[in-house]
C-alpha cells in the first residue's frame, strides 16, 4: 500500500523532523518525507535534510502578508506532491484560508497536555500551576489556536526543581517517541477510509 505523502514545516533545529524522518524508513510507517520547508533559510534542519536526500525549500516570511507566505509555503508543499502538511517546530500561525483549505490535513504537536496551557510557555505555566505532569499533544490544526482533535498524548512527570529548561528536555524526547506513531496511526486509518 503506497504511503501518505507528507511535508514538514519546520523553523529551527527541527528535532521533531529528524524523528518523523527517520521513523518514515521504518517498514510499518503509513507515511513518507516528501519536503522539508522552511520560513527560515539558514533552520538548521533543512541542513539535516539535504544530508538525508529530502527535498528542501525556504522562504523568509518577512516583509510578507501571512496569507501570501502561506501560499508561497503551501504551492510548494503540492508541487513536492504532498498529501497533507505536518508542523514541526513551525512557529507560524497558519493563515484561516490555508487551514480551511487543508481541513483533517495538517497535524502538529503541542508541548502541553491540551486542552491546558495553549499558546507558548506552557513548560512554565504546567510548573507555576503545580501540576504533576506535563507532556505533549499531537492534534489536527483548525483555525483556532491548538484547539483541534487530538489524536495522542502523552504524559511527562514533573519533578521537583523542574525548571522549563529540564523540563522540556523531558519533553522533548516523549515527542520524539509520540510524534511519528501518532502521525502514522492516524494516516493509517485514513487510508482504512480511502480503502
Not at 510507517?29 to 527560515?40: D, F, I, K, R
Not at 526543581?161 to 509520540?178: F, Y
Request: proline share 3%.
Amino acid at each position: 500500500m503506497p504511503k501518505a505523502k507528507v511535508a514538514i514545516f519546520i523553523s529551527g533545529g527541527g528535532t521533531n523532523m529528524a524523528a518523523l524522518l527517520y521513523a518514515s524508513r521504518l517498514a510499518d510507517c503509513h507515511y513518507e518525507v516528501v519536503l522539508v520547508a522552511s520560513n527560515q533559510e539558514d533552520a538548521a534542519g533543512l541542513n539535516l535534510a539535504k544530508i538525508e536526500e529530502i527535498a528542501t525549500f525556504a522562504h523568509s516570511h518577512k516583509g510578507m502578508e501571512r496569507a501570501e507566505h502561506d501560499a508561497v509555503m503551501e504551492r510548494a508543499a503540492q508541487d513536492a506532491g504532498a498529501e497533507y502538511i505536518v508542523l514541526a517546530g513551525y512557529m507560524r500561525i497558519l493563515s484561516e484560508e490555508f487551514v480551511s483549505r487543508w481541513t483533517g490535513k495538517i497535524i502538529n504537536i503541542h508541548p502541553s497536555l491540551l486542552p491546558k496551557y495553549k499558546g507558548l510557555d506552557t513548560h512554565q505555566r504546567a510548573i507555576d500551576a503545580g501540576d504533576s505532569h506535563g507532556g505533549a499533544t499531537v492534534h489536527l490544526v483548525t483555525p483556532e489556536l491548538d484547539s483541534g482533535a487530538i489524536l495522542e498524548q502523552v504524559r511527562v512527570a514533573i519533578m521537583p526543581g523542574d525548571t522549563t529548561e529540564t523540563l522540556a528536555e523531558r519533553v522533548k524526547l516523549a515527542e520524539h517517541q509520540l510524534y511519528p506513531r501518532a502521525l502514522s496511526a492516524y494516516l493509517a486509518s485514513k487510508e482504512t477510509v480511502r480503502d
